[in-house]
């Protein structure tokens, strides 16, 4: 028990710093020196020394945004196993529990940025709205495959101790592509290019960093520590899934975990530097690809596990 | 009996039959429904073996009104409103006469097939009384005339009666009776009609009913 | 001493008639006379209801459960029509007022002959007299169109009543030499049935079927009714509608019954629903686009009469239901008729298209419109209701899906075009000025007939409960 | 028993009350409210405490009727826990209704209104405890009588006369359509009790189903048959929507599962059926609702969604009942009841909260709305409160149904046989759309509605007031949390519910289900718990800062003056993803293009047509009128030929002698 709050308190604060990663990465590619590799920490301190402009159109709900994204994101990363360990909660049903926090944490991010009465925000938040809606039945499709293979319904049952491995060896051609699925999945979900391309200057083509537009201060730190911390949850996944042996070393399965993250991270890096973002109306496309490759695995384990 | 006198009689009802067939005339139609009006109504005479002293008074009381009663007040109501004297046929005489033909023939084949003759002993009463109903809707449907379709619903009413008065030996006077009373509802439709054809006169100064057509969806 | 009861308002019929007509006496007293008639003709119903007194000519008059029902309705809903009648004929003008309240009377009375009467002929006779005495009545406007209504009625009707005539001449010949001298009453008929001749039996009972059928607003002999009902005044269109119909029925019922004691109620059950089909199908294309909203109540009457034979055909439950509908129909419908008698003298104009938001301009005979329409449309709490669930569930029980099918279907239509009518004269704006203000005496009828169709929904006193089951029984109805 | 009737009485008497005092109006308003929610509390206690208590046997009570029938009830589990449905969502309305029936217009149509809804409780109430066909149809036929006269309450305006007459219409097809059902059991049974059909062959069985389902279904307004739904609720007044979206098209629900229960016979057809409608209509309302403009209308369709969503679960428990997994069915089952009880909390809810925006502002069209939250404090909570309940989401009793249903569907694929398997493959994903969509729909009317700037002048520094109004919608929001949070009580009452269907596993195992609500609880709990901390965290964040804290204008990415209107409406916010469903939502836009080098004022209006409307009226309607057209020759005015019809009859006729 422990163990599991420590590694979910590891996972908080380990966030910014795997993120300012692909920044690094990004600026390799661009040939150039990049900002320190704690860039994030920097700026968190920073954001949170300030205080905050609130503007006028803004009620209650624009100051609620980010406690509740950031709550959001905390709360399922203790159901999540890290590194194959127990995780602080769990329980028949989690999973289902925790896709619909990540989605009141959505709903009260799009009602933050609607409270600015921006039309940028609106527009980011208009799209905020619509590719998750095909995210999450990919992720229900991804769950209905696991759920094939386990017969179990929470996540500890599908990423701790020998159970990754275990599905691997009952069905791994299909669990390549949810993983690939999973990806897509992780970059739309977490804004990133091909989807959204937090690093343009142009708020049209954005979806994510135009909705917080007007977030200053503690409140903008809440909410980047909140993004952060999704990304965490969803490349922890992937981490476990690419990289899911067991062993008794000590130590082991942690440096499995991180290098899996690391690669999760470099290739999230190395995407956004080698591509480009899509145009808005290819996204559902895109999006659309995760949820057929999930359901042409789950369809595959009607062959593999009778 | 080869010469039964009612058989010879009817006999002539349905030539009277063919005729209003071919009648072209108000006037002529009322001369033959009054022929058949006698005709029918001293029938009941010559069925069965005895008659009551009620059944002759019914009998001759019929015979009063369908000889002279209705055909006179129709002629009345002609005179009355001058209303025009041709039956304005909506099938052609010619037809009208083929009609008549196929509606004898039919009348007899079926008579035969359902073999009345036996119940009342009379070869010929039962074609001529189908063959009068037959005629009297013939006129209700083929004349436009309102005159051509009373009389021919007084032609339904003698078949009715010969009928009536051919059938039910057993039961006569109760049937009868009836009958009287039929007759009397048709003198009253007469006058009914009688004065609505006036009023036809007046409203459309004519009786075609082809202009008592407003009335529909 | 039943005659009496049919004598009266004959009587009164030709005083008002004869004596007002020769000297003018004021038009007060012949309205007196007609209410005073109606209230006499109530009370004497109910005297013949509580004791059944012997008739004079008993091979002629009897009292029979299905008469005594129709007669019960026929007086209370002339009672209630002649208070009605009274505030109508204030309002608007009719030529020759002692002419109408004298037919009306007149056509009581031989309305009450029919209900009476158990002999066939009398019985034929009665329903003959009815065409004759409200021939007047149609005829009351003097117009073009009341004309043309009215010659079709007679016409239609008298050959529809001659052929009802051979029909009841040949039930009579089926009998045959077997039992001569038996009394020709229905009830020595129904008596003697197995023995009858079944073929003349079956011929007499298709030539009367459609001769009454015709009276009685069967398609496809029911072309007259439309244009009767709409042309003739509003209470005079109420009493065809709610009481004569059913008159029509009662000879169609006791020929039925007659049919059903000789074991050859599957013929004449078949026959029955295949007319009733067809005129609620008839009624179902006329009502659904109809622009006169007298002619949609008529074309309703057709679609009850149609329910009602339907009912009767099915038997067992479905009799139930059929006589249920009767007494429901009369009293609804004549209530609608009544307010629409209202309608017109307020907007003055027949068309849908011309009426408008009645809530607004009338809302007392909007009331009563409205939950009319609610009640023919078969909602409880009025108790069409009932009679077409009895019918509808025994058509189920008794096996016929397909007819039953078409039966449901066909509601449905009505009940779409007839809401979408009504909707439009109850709300649709208009700015017509409504000419008339509603008396109490043209909308208190109304809803004393809907408050007795509510009240018999839910709660029938035994005495009448017994007479109805009386009458259902007769015919091999009930419960199961 | 009595005490249900006795509590129908107080309410039909208040009803009676008010219609007799309208003169008075304040007074007949009063009575009438006080009645009414007096008998619906006193029927409240009753049907929860029928529900609560273990070993609470079911009451009966039968009439004689007309000496031939009877008019007989029956209060079971399921009957107990609608009635709690019915008394809870009606009492809220009857307070709610005190201040917004307004005493400007005369006080005949308040005393009219008020006594039609009296009728439409007493015949709800009536509905789900009938125990024979008679008594079921009559008070049927009563409730949608009753609701029909509560529609058109405003008939001044057209739009809400075809609304009228198209409930009108559709209520009584389908009532046919289950006095139809009913004939086929009378017909079978030969009696009127809802007696178990055991000699009743198995093809009838299913025809009896589908009958009834339809039926029933043009009730509830599943997808083909909801087209009168958003035309009716909008119409009427607000908390006559509520009563009616929250528990009156529940009703259908009821009937389909009370006909399930009398058919007693577990085929897998009856779930596919219900679950294929059921993801049909939870999609399809839901993307028809994200296309309205007009705020009632929207909830109206979100009321087609979650039918879908009930019957998703019902149609889950079928499954499981054919396939005799007594753990699948009562989940199954389970989710659907209840979140017939949690649909009829936030639905009357959000209907309340649009109450009163339309009371105050007048209009009923999102995109003139705006900035709302600011003025209408505990509203606009309220109605937030609503939507996160309505999208499903934890902590609040959306969540909790759907939860279950998802289990349910979960377990449906561990059965194992192939159609079974993408039976629950199609219920998981359509619920996984729906929640994403809802969660569109709603952050788009909370954020155009409630937030952002005012786009009119409707909409400007608009206050909330009347008490009346204000409680019920406070009640009720606190309602959806605490089901959301400590679901264990409702879970109990839903199986309870679940036992009355007579799933032939003898008691209903309580424990597993013990065990979710515990977990629900948790798990909403330590979200609440995060939620605090991190709150307080930002409190400590914000401590002396206040100096550094300041105010301005939103930054508009350059623009120096932003205007009201540059504001992102709903349209546009709805746009890309009904773009997205295009084949099955119709866009019709009605936008002149913008030309010349001054170019005059220009407008936009988009609408989203409904294929079933469409249908309805090219399929249906259409061929009915030209074929009865072809008809009406028969009545051509010519004497000659009337004659004929007589003739030809007898001449027929004569051939089958």
Request: some cysteine.
């Amino acid at each position: 028990m422990i163990q599991s709050i420590l590694l979910w308190l590891a996972a908080i604060l380990a966030a910014p710093f795997f993120s300012g990663l692909i920044l690094k990465i990004k600026a390799f590619f661009g040939g150039k020196k990049g900002p320190p590799i704690l860039i994030n920490y920097y700026t968190l301190i920073k954001l949170f020394k300030k205080g905050s402009v609130y503007s006028n159109s803004t009620t209650i709900v624009f100051k609620l945004g980010p406690v509740i994204s950031l709550a959001a994101s905390i709360t399922v990363l203790m159901f999540l196993p890290i590194a194959g360990f127990n995780p602080v909660f769990s329980f028949n049903g989690d999973v289902i529990f925790v896709l619909y926090v990540l989605g009141l944490g959505r709903f009260f991010t799009i009602a933050a940025a609607m409270d600015t009465a921006s039309p940028f925000e609106g527009m980011g938040a208009a799209r905020e709205a619509y590719f998750p809606i095909i995210c999450e039945a990919a992720m229900f499709m991804i769950l209905i495959f696991f759920y094939r293979i386990t017969g179990e319904l929470q996540l500890s049952a599908y990423f701790t101790g020998s159970n990754t491995l275990n599905m691997w060896s009952l069905a791994g051609a299909p669990l390549l592509f949810i993983v690939i699925s999973f990806f897509i999945i992780l970059l739309t979900e977490n804004s990133r290019v091909p989807v959204d391309d937090p690093a343009t200057h142009l708020e049209l083509t954005m979806i994510h960093e135009v909705m917080v537009l007007d977030h200053s201060g503690p409140d903008f730190a809440l909410i980047e520590l909140g993004s952060f911390c999704k990304l965490m949850f969803y490349s922890t996944i992937i981490s476990r899934m690419i990289l899911p042996f067991e062993s008794a070393i000590f130590g082991f399965p942690i440096v499995m975990y991180l290098a899996g993250l690391l690669a999760v991270y470099v290739a999230v890096g190395v995407t956004e530097s080698v591509t480009a973002r899509y145009r808005m109306d290819k996204v559902p496309q895109f999006v659309l690809t995760s949820f057929a490759l999930a359901f042409f695995a789950t369809i595959i384990t009607l062959e593999f596990v009778k | 009996m080869m010469f039964n006198p009612v058989d010879i009689i009817l006999s002539f009802v349905l030539l009277s039959v063919l005729f209003s067939f071919g009648a072209d005339r108000v006037l002529t139609l009322i001369k033959l429904v009054g022929f058949q009006g006698v005709v029918v109504s001293i029938i009941p005479f010559f069925i069965g073996d005895h008659m009551s002293t009620g059944g002759t008074v019914f009998t001759l009381a019929t015979l009063v009104i369908r000889g002279v009663i209705i055909p006179l007040s129709i002629f009345v109501a002609i005179r009355k409103g001058a209303i025009r004297r041709v039956v304005e046929p909506i099938v052609g005489y010619h037809a009208s006469i083929l009609c008549g033909l196929a509606v004898i023939i039919g009348t007899t084949y079926l008579s035969g097939r359902l073999d009345i003759g036996s119940v009342s002993g009379f070869k010929l009463l039962e074609p001529t009384a189908i063959a009068l109903l037959a005629t009297g809707m013939f006129l209700l449907m083929a004349r436009r005339n309102a005159i051509a379709m009373v009389i021919g619903y007084i032609m339904m009413e003698n078949g009715i009666y010969l009928v009536g008065s051919g059938l039910s030996v057993s039961t006569r006077h109760i049937v009868e009776f009836g009958i009287l009373l039929d007759v009397l509802a048709g003198v009253m439709i007469m006058m009914i009609m009688a004065v609505i054809l006036r009023n036809i006169k007046q409203t459309f100064d004519d009786v075609d009913t082809a202009l008592l057509r407003t009335l529909k969806d | 001493m039943v005659e009496i009861i049919i004598l009266t308002p004959f009587i009164a019929g030709l005083i008002v008639f004869f004596v007002f007509s020769a000297f003018s006496l004021p038009k007060s007293i012949g309205r007196f006379l007609l209410v005073l008639t109606g209230a006499v003709h109530l009370t004497l119903s109910f005297m013949l209801w509580r004791n059944h007194p012997q008739a004079i000519f008993d091979q002629y008059f009897a009292v029979t459960p299905e008469g005594m029902l129709s007669l019960l309705v026929i007086s209370l809903l002339f009672f209630l029509i002649s208070v009605y009648t009274v505030g109508f004929l204030k309002e608007s003008q009719i030529p020759s007022e002692s002419l109408f309240t004298g037919s009306m009377l007149v056509f009581l009375s031989t309305m009450t002959m029919v209900t009476l009467s158990n002999h066939i002929m009398v019985m034929w006779i009665a329903i003959e007299a009815t065409t004759l005495a409200s021939a007047p009545l149609i005829y009351t406007h003097r117009s073009a169109a009341s004309l043309e209504a009215t010659w079709k009625y007679v016409l239609i009707c008298s050959v529809g009543i001659a052929m009802a005539l051979l029909g009841s001449v040949l039930v009579v010949f089926s009998m045959g030499q077997a039992n001569a001298g038996t009394p020709i009453s229905f009830s020595a008929l129904t008596g003697v049935a197995k023995t009858l001749d079944p073929l003349w039996l079956k011929a007499g009972f298709v030539f009367i079927l459609v001769g009454y059928g015709t009276k009685m607003g069967l398609a496809p002999m029911h072309t007259w009714l439309p244009d009767a009902h709409s042309e003739a005044p509003s209470p005079a269109s109420a009493l065809l509608s709610g009481v004569l119909l059913n008159c029509a029925y009662l000879g169609i019922f006791k020929t039925n019954k007659i049919m059903v004691a000789a074991g050859l109620q599957d013929f004449s059950g078949g026959i029955l629903m295949v007319f009733g089909l067809l005129s609620i199908l008839a009624a179902a294309t006329f009502i659904l686009k109809q622009n006169e909203y007298k002619r949609m109540l008529a074309y309703s009457s057709i679609e009850n009469m149609g329910i009602i034979a339907f009912g009767t055909g099915v038997g067992g439950l479905g009799v139930y239901g059929a006589v249920i509908c009767m007494i429901h129909h009369s009293l609804i419908k004549s209530s609608l008729f009544l307010s629409s008698g209202n309608i017109l003298l307020g907007y003055g104009d027949r068309l849908i298209k011309n009426t408008g938001n009645l809530v607004k301009g009338m809302p007392r005979t909007f009331v009563a419109f409205f939950a009319g329409f609610a009640g023919i449309a078969g909602f409880p709490p009025f108790g069409l209701f009932i009679g077409e669930l009895c019918i509808i569930l025994a058509a189920f029980r008794a096996g016929f899906h397909v007819a039953v099918t078409v039966f449901i279907l066909s509601l449905c239509v009505i009940f779409a075009g007839f809401g979408n009518q009504v909707m439009k004269i109850c709300f649709e704006d208009c700015n017509t000025a409504i000419k008339i203000k509603e008396k109490a005496c043209m909308v208190w009828p109304q809803y004393l007939l809907l408050l007795t169709s509510l009240i018999l929904c839910f709660y029938i006193p035994d005495s009448l409960n017994q007479t109805i089951s009386d009458a259902v029984t007769a015919i091999g109805g009930g419960l199961r | 028993m009595c005490q249900l009737f006795s509590s129908t009485c107080i309410i039909l008497l208040g009803g009676f009350l008010s219609l007799f005092f309208a003169r008075q109006k304040k007074f007949s308003k009063g009575i009438a409210v006080l009645f009414l929610s007096g008998g619906c509390l006193l029927g409240l206690i009753d049907a929860a405490g029928k529900l609560l208590d273990p070993a609470g046997a079911g009451a009966s009570a039968s009439f004689r009727y007309l000496d031939l029938f009877s008019l007989s009830f029956h209060v079971d589990g399921l009957a107990a826990f609608f009635l709690t449905a019915i008394f809870a969502v009606s009492l809220m309305a009857a307070i709610y209704s005190f201040h917004y029936m307004g005493n400007e217009e005369n006080g005949i149509k308040t005393g009219v209104n008020y006594f039609f809804f009296s009728v439409l409780i007493a015949a709800m109430a009536l509905v789900v405890t009938a125990a024979n066909i008679l008594t079921f149809m009559i008070s049927w036929e009563i409730m949608s009588l009753s609701s029909f006269f509560l529609v058109i309450y405003s008939h001044e305006s057209a739009e809400n006369r075809k609304a009228g007459y198209l409930y009108f219409v559709f209520s009584h097809v389908g009532a046919m359509f289950i006095l139809a059902a009913f004939g086929l059991i009378y017909g079978h049974t030969g009696n009127f009790d809802f007696a178990s059909l055991a000699d009743v062959p198995e093809t009838v069985k299913i025809l009896i189903f589908v009958f009834s389902f339809i039926g029933f279904g043009s009730k509830a307004g599943v997808f083909p048959f909801h087209v009168w739904l958003p035309h009716a609720h909008p119409a009427a007044p607000s908390h006559i929507s509520a009563v009616m979206s929250g528990v009156m098209i529940k009703t259908g629900i009821y009937g389909i599962l009370r006909i399930y229960a009398i058919l007693d016979f577990h085929t897998p057809v009856f779930g596919y059926i219900t679950l294929i409608a059921g993801v049909i209509s939870g999609i399809l309302g839901v993307v028809y609702a994200l296309g309205q403009h007009d705020i009632k209308r929207l909830l109206a369709y979100h009321s087609v969604e979650n039918i879908g969503i009930i019957l998703i679960g019902l149609g889950v428990g079928m499954i499981g009942a054919a396939t005799g997994n007594p753990l699948v069915a009562v989940l199954g089952f389970a989710g659907g009841i209840l979140h017939v009880l949690n649909h009829s909390v936030f639905k009357s809810l959000l209907f309340m909260g649009a109450g009163m925006v339309l009371h105050q502002t007048g209009t009923r069209s999102i995109d003139a709305l705006g900035g709302l939250l600011k003025g209408m404090k505990i509203t606009g909570t309220t109605f937030i409160m609503g939507s996160l309940a309505i999208c499903g989401l934890p902590p609040f009793n959306g969540f909790v149904s759907e939860f279950f249903i998802y289990m349910g569907s979960f377990k449906t694929i561990a059965l194992g046989s192939s159609i079974s398997f993408s039976m629950s493959v199609f219920a998981i994903i359509s619920l996984a759309v729906i929640g994403g969509l809802a969660l569109a729909c709603f952050t788009k009317v909370v954020g155009v509605v409630f937030q952002g700037e005012p786009r009119t002048l409707a909409a400007e520094n608009v206050k909330e007031k009347g008490w009346a109004m204000m409680v019920p919608m406070g009640l009720l929001a606190a309602a959806c949390v605490i089901i959301g949070v400590f679901p264990k009580m409702f879970i109990h009452m839903a199986l309870k519910a679940v036992q009355a269907l007579g799933l032939d596993y003898g008691r209903v195992p309580v424990e597993p289900f013990g065990q979710i609500s515990c977990n629900i609880t948790f798990a909403a709990l330590l979200f609440l718990v995060m939620a605090l901390i991190i709150m307080g965290i930002r409190s400590t964040c914000y401590k002396n800062k206040t100096d550094k804290n300041t105010t301005s204008g939103t930054w508009g990415c350059g623009f120096s003056q932003p205007t009201v209107k540059m504001q992102y409406t709903g349209s546009s916010y709805a746009g890309s993803i009904l773009a997205f469903f295009s084949a099955a939502a119709p866009l019709s836009e009605d936008h002149p293009p913008i030309k010349g080098r001054f170019p005059l004022k220009t407008h936009y209006h988009s609408h989203v047509n409904d294929i079933a409307e469409l249908y309805m009226k090219n399929v249906v309607v259409r061929p009915v009128f030209y074929l009865f057209d072809k008809l009406r020759w028969m009545q051509h005015g010519d004497i000659h030929l009337y004659i004929g019809y007589i003739l030809l009859a007898i001449v027929l006729l004569l051939f089958f002698i």
